[in-house]
């Protein structure tokens, strides 16, 4: 039966050499665009949750102290 499956990267094994560099090429960029939405998403996740953990703290009148304290 796996003879019969034809396989799908066989367009792609056959295309010119210039052809198959532009299509790894935009496929890359795509992957990597989608990656760095999602960092971006993480990121202002994450800054929405200290804020409101700060704020929470700050009105349970708990100590709101910075994880990184710089000497000077």
Do not use: Y
């Not at 992957?31 to 703290?57: Q, W």
Request: net charge negative.
């Amino acid at each position: 039966m796996p003879d019969a499956v034809q396989d799908e990267n066989i367009q792609f094994a056959h295309a010119p050499f210039d052809k198959r560099i532009q299509l790894v090429e935009t496929s890359f960029k795509t992957v990597l665009a989608s990656d760095l939405h999602e960092d971006d998403k993480a990121g202002r996740i994450l800054s929405a949750m200290a804020f409101l953990t700060a704020a929470a703290k700050e009105d349970l009148g708990l100590p709101v102290q910075p994880l990184v304290q710089f000497r000077h």
